[in-house]
């Protein structure tokens, strides 16, 4: 019994120490369990789940039909950790290696492998020494170079190279709408927009963030069956231009061919629109460059000039004022004015005619692109009418489209006219505009004097969603007052491209093409330049039923050979003319040999007038 009642005795205290220790541990584990769970999980998730960033891609661009002019390429940053690089000799020798495989020079390369300590800025202000683990080697190599690079880093066991993945845009038709799309530049993993398309949607364009974490072996590998936390990134809206590559391409070339002619322009640039809606179909400048390769961009060729360079239009002015005098009733075709055979004066100024044709009618005062014709007929207006014409038709303003910068040209108030204007500015001098103010202009002239707005951009879809957002397209009230002016103008236009106008040399065989030629004397400071002139013709194909409306402009042609736009642009508005109307499949209003020959012979018009 004494036995028994000692082992009970300690067996007592024994269990009420294991059982305080097994509630001891109990409450242990609830806490680390249940109080400290989400605590203790992140500190263990650090050290087998890691993420990183990912990227959508900037939105692309392209025409109207879906053709690739912007995307985006996969490519490699190679860059390099200093401190594993060695010594002197090992540094040598790699840089003779990724020479020739990264186009950079071999010295250069060498100075960065052998910056092994940079200095650092302590929070106390003192600075130290520390080893420098990353130099960029080389940004944006091509794809296929840095996967065959990676191979033989990896074969010769190199570890101090390394290759990070990017993208960088791409530019698969080279130099084709180069000046309109624009570029842009990467900066700390980001595009940034420098100009053109680029840079106008560039909000629309860009991609958002997103984070993609999983589960890691020790070595770093995923692990295929782990948890994967992945915040999907978004990428950017795709812009579908107005513009038609294969009309693009027939601009180009035909631009291409002006711009190395003997005329040797300066610069050269020509714009093509829908006149019903406003649509861009071409637009295009010489000298441009090629975006995938800006190593020996000519700064000539970066900026755009057909929305930022202005210009005197002269001659090319005439058929608007002229609108403005027979809508307005001040004048009809058959009005009769004495030109004269000799310079005019007025206003203290004499203005002169390159052939003077003495007692001409509006009609052919216009055939004949007579200034003292049209100053006659402006005078007849008066200032106000002469103002309020032109102002309808868009000059002074704005086209609206997306190209930044735009210029609004140079319109006073009829206000501030002095004498010698009024005569100057209806055959357009002491105005300037842009080649776009132009081409809306026309455009009026060629829908029944509906003003359009000008669109470079068709719709914009999400690549995501397939949703997508049309441009909305406006056409407005016609500014004619009178319903036979838009006809009238369009017959008196016609004669201008016949035989014996100022603009036979734009005639298109089979089609009735109406147009007109503008010559004008470059403005210097303190009056007008003798050696440099622009040259210009814009027109409308076909004439009663048009498709387009196409301005060519030739700014500084070589004066010795020719320099007048009958000789220098005339025949360039052909030639895209010819090739436009074939690959859209026009119908010919006539077959050439039947055509009448005799000048004002009235014809069947066909006048379509959309709604």
Not at 118 to 130: E, L
Not at 141 to 155: F, P
Not at 541 to 555: C, I
Request: with cysteine; proline share 5%; glycine share 8%.
């Amino acid at each position: 019994m004494v036995k028994s009642k000692n082992i009970s005795g300690r067996m007592i205290p024994c269990i009420a120490i294991i059982s305080l220790l097994f509630c001891y541990v109990i409450a242990m584990c609830y806490n680390v369990q249940v109080n400290r769970h989400d605590e203790l999980l992140k500190k263990a998730q650090k050290k087998y789940i890691t993420s990183k960033k990912t990227h959508g891609k900037r939105g692309e661009i392209f025409d109207k039909k879906g053709s690739l002019l912007v995307g985006n390429l996969p490519c490699f940053d190679v860059c390099a950790d200093p401190s594993l690089t060695g010594d002197e000799k090992s540094c040598r020798t790699l840089a003779q290696f990724l020479s020739p495989i990264l186009e950079e020079p071999a010295d250069e390369l060498f100075q960065k492998l052998m910056y092994k300590e940079r200095t650092v800025k302590k929070k106390d202000g003192t600075t130290a020494k520390v080893p420098n683990k990353f130099v960029m080697l080389r940004g944006l190599l091509d794809y296929e170079t840095g996967v065959s690079l990676k191979t033989q880093l990896k074969e010769q066991k190199c570890k101090s190279v390394f290759l990070v993945e990017k993208v960088k845009r791409f530019y698969p038709k080279k130099q084709l709408l180069s000046n309109i799309l624009g570029i842009t530049t990467v900066n700390k993993d980001e595009h940034v927009a420098i100009v053109g398309i680029e840079k106008y949607f560039h909000k629309q364009m860009i991609s958002t963030r997103g984070t993609l974490s999983y589960e890691r072996t020790r070595k770093g590998a995923p692990i295929a069956f782990g948890d994967v936390n992945d915040e999907k990134f978004k990428d950017g809206m795709n812009i579908y231009l107005t513009v038609d590559e294969a009309i693009q391409t027939i601009v180009e070339e035909e631009l291409d061919k002006l711009y190395h002619s003997k005329f040797q322009p300066q610069a050269c640039y020509a714009v093509m629109v829908d006149p019903w809606s406003g649509d861009i179909m071409a637009i295009a400048q010489r000298p441009t460059f090629d975006p995938n390769d800006r190593k020996n961009i000519n700064p000539a060729a970066w900026r755009n000039r057909i929305a930022e360079d202005i210009f005197e239009p002269g001659s090319t002015m005439k058929p608007i004022t002229v609108a403005g005098a027979i809508d307005a009733g001040v004048v009809t075709p058959n009005t009769v004015f004495n030109c004269g055979r000799a310079p005019w004066s007025y206003g203290g100024k004499r203005l002169n005619d390159s052939h003077y044709i003495g007692r001409a009618t509006v009609a052919d005062i216009l055939k004949e692109s007579s200034n003292i014709g049209t100053a006659l007929i402006a005078l007849s207006m008066g200032n106000d009418l002469v103002y309020k014409t032109l102002q309808s038709f868009g000059i002074g303003q704005r086209t609206g489209i997306p190209l930044k910068p735009e210029s609004r040209g140079i319109f006073t108030h009829y206000k501030k006219w002095s004498k010698v204007q009024s005569t100057r500015v209806p055959i357009g001098q002491g105005v300037a505009v842009t080649s776009l103010q132009m081409v809306r202009a026309y455009s009026m002239l060629a829908n029944g004097g509906r003003p359009v707005t000008l669109n470079l951009v068709d719709r914009i879809t999400d690549p995501a969603t397939g949703k997508e957002q049309k441009i909305e397209r406006k056409l407005g009230k016609s500014v004619y007052k009178n319903s036979t002016t838009h006809q009238t103008m369009v017959d008196m236009m016609c004669r201008i491209t016949a035989k014996g106008g100022t603009g036979a040399k734009a005639a298109v065989p089979g089609y009735y093409v109406a147009g007109k030629t503008g010559t004008a004397q470059k403005a210097i400071k303190g009056g007008y330049s003798k050696q440099f002139y622009i040259s210009d013709f814009v027109g409308f194909a076909p004439a009663y039923k048009p498709r387009f409306v196409l301005m060519v402009v030739a700014d500084s042609p070589n004066k010795k050979v020719g320099y007048y736009a009958s000789t220098v642009a005339a025949p360039v508005f052909k030639a895209i003319a010819e090739r436009t109307l074939q690959y859209m499949g026009i119908p010919r209003d006539f077959e050439p040999q039947n055509k009448k020959k005799t000048a004002g012979t009235k014809r069947k018009k066909i006048l379509a007038v959309k709604n």
